[in-house]
């Protein structure tokens, strides 16, 4: 009779490449990748002068002309100020530089799944589009959340120095601060679905998260706090109550992922097994010989 006991997928076969081809892999993977950073900075250059600059203006321009301003300046005005000559040119190639990879961020994401799939079974491999859609969206997210909660926390910070005192922000100083303040929402964003990552590889259980969930909420205040470059509490709960939203739902997912593995395990005969115990699948009418086999005898004791 044809045996009908469930089998478990197969593994890719570029999983059992040598060291060698790993590093070669993971040098062309990340060739492919700069390649589309490169064509991501591009078009971000280009994309500079046709309002990628007044959008990132945007939020300071948005204050009270007070709190703003260069002397002499019209109301409606609000320039930044550079201090050296290739000042404008770095600020430039900074800000499409990290646009280009905010841009190309699908397709270096995929590059990066695409180098871990060989690892995963066949059946495995379709969560790489959605690793892709899920991360970019979450960084996305984060961004955008950052960008919302910037005008905000600059009149709070800029209001501090009290009446009288008008900001002269550099191009420097406040490019850099909102490009710190865009990756850090972005890059924490991505944490929750790092756990779920942990989860779906079978390195982190849903037991394991849901005990130390009051840790896990603690733990990204307080990361909040660190992370975020303007140090203030309203800039600190928005960056924190997501999160803690986004991780409760990475949670319910490990849950959902691990009552499935259980059935399938439990459907092969798999569930309860230790990593060193042998599995039923193995033919019992033909167990392992475990007879050690006999050794040479020392070509020296022949003598």
Partial sequence: MRDRRPRRPERDAAATMSLIGHLKELRNRIGIALFFVLIGTAVAFWWY?????????????????????????????????????????????????????????PFWLYQLWAFLTPGLKKNEKRYGVGFVVVSSSLFALGAALAYISLAKGLDLLLGLAGDGVTALLTAEEYIGFVISLLVAFGVSFELP????????????SYATLSKGRRWIYFLTIVFAAFITPTQDPFTMLAMAAPMCVL???????????????????????????????????IDAASPLDTTPSPLDEPEHLRR
Avoid: H, M, W
């Fill in 247 to 281: 991780f409760e739902i990475a949670i319910q997912i490990a849950r959902f992922v691990d009552k499935r593995r259980a059935k399938r395990e439990a459907a092969e005969g798999l569930a309860g097994l230790d990593d060193d115990e042998a599995s039923p699948s």
């Fill in 49 to 105: 002068e046709q309002g990628l600059g007044e959008f990132i203006r945007a939020p300071y321009c948005g204050l009270d002309p007070e709190l703003r301003g260069l002397p002499g300046q019209a109301d409606g005005d609000c320039d930044l100020v550079i201090t050296n000559v290739l000042g404008g040119a770095l600020i430039r190639l900074k800000i499409s530089f990290i646009v280009g990879i905010v841009l190309s961020a």
């Fill in 193 to 204: 679905l790092i756990a779920v990552v942990l989860n779906l590889i079978g390195v982190l």
